[in-house]
């Protein structure tokens, strides 16, 4: 909770990150659009499959851990808009990639990815943060 807490704020203040290389971005936002295509299928395990290691052991299991997105992050679950924003290669190595999303009711939202690199060298999702995009569709 604190590293959230922190990126949030790093990002906020635009202090200490960088736009993340080209090759970076476009491996984390490849891994993104992978779950993303999953949860349009209903597929529980390429889903997961793109979860880092963490969230997996958190989750356990496929189907409990499609089982929360359907049920905490609707509209990151299902969607009538899903577009990349801003990225930021992070201290650490990790990246944060933001995306505007629309909701199946109009409703827009913003969503804050983050990802870091698996033992393999493949990037993975640590984490996304949704919340209500300020405007007249939020």
């Known amino acids: 909770m604190r590293t959230l807490i922190a990126l949030m704020t790093l990002l906020a ?7 993340a ?14 779950q993303q295509e999953a949860f349009r299928h ?13 969230i997996r052991s958190i989750f ?24 990349f924003g801003t990225d930021e290669a992070l201290p650490d190595g990790s990246l944060a990639q ?5 909701d199946q009711c109009g409703t827009d939202w913003e969503a804050l990815y983050t990802l870091e690199r698996d033992a393999d060298g493949a990037w ?14 939020a």
């Open 21 to 34: 290389g080209s090759g970076d971005r476009d491996a984390a936002r490849a891994v993104i659009l992978r």
């Open 124 to 137: 993975r999702i640590t984490g996304c943060r949704l919340r209500k995009a300020p405007g007249e569709n």
């Open 60 to 83: 356990g299991s496929p189907e409990t851990f499609i089982g929360m997105v359907r049920q905490g992050y609707a509209a990151v679950y299902r969607n009538r808009r899903f577009e």
């Open 13 to 19: 203040a635009g202090q200490g990150a960088l736009a």
């Open 42 to 54: 209903d597929d529980a395990a390429s889903a997961f499959a793109e979860a880092a290691p963490a």
């Open 98 to 102: 933001g995306v505007r999303i629309q």
